[in-house]
Nanobody
Framework: QVQLLESGGGSVQAGGSLRLSCAPSGVDHCMGWFRQAPGKERERVAV????????YYADSVEGRFTISQDNVKNTVSLQMNSLKPEDTAMYFC?????????????????????WGQGTQVTVSS
């Protein structure tokens, strides 16, 4: 399987912004961004179904984060604004090809087939 590659992590002060990218994306894929902080469970942050562009966001990031796709570059990005210290975590991209687009962007659990290695995001107060 194709390995996903994340980029764009880094360190920023609270209130700042970062943009993460994940490649490659694919047609009719459920693409998700997850994060995991030390000592905490992995959290699903945002999901996009590339077949329709429909999206899902966790309550903790709704209104601050935006997931989007670039069908020319075959990437999925996560624009993170108004970052908070509690956003500090390792961020992972995941993907699975599926026809269940509504299930994907409806926030239902999805078994992802491919994961990236992760990119660190650190937000200081």
């Amino acid at each position: 399987q194709v390995q996903l590659l994340e980029s764009g992590g880094g360190s920023v002060q609270a209130g700042g912004s970062l943009r993460l990218s994940c490649a490659p994306s694919g047609v009719d894929h459920c693409m998700g961004w997850f994060r995991q902080a030390p000592g905490k469970e992995r959290e699903r942050v945002a999901v996009i179904y590339t077949g329709s562009g429909s999206t899902y966001y966790a309550d903790s990031v709704e209104g601050r984060f935006t997931i989007s796709q670039d069908n020319v570059k075959n990437t999925v990005s996560l624009q993170m604004n108004s970052l908070k210290p509690e956003d500090t975590a390792m961020y992972f991209c995941a993907a699975v090809r599926t026809n269940a687009g509504a299930y994907c962007s409806g926030g239902y659990p999805i078994q992802y087939a491919t994961w990236g290695q992760g990119t660190q995001v650190t937000v200081s107060s």
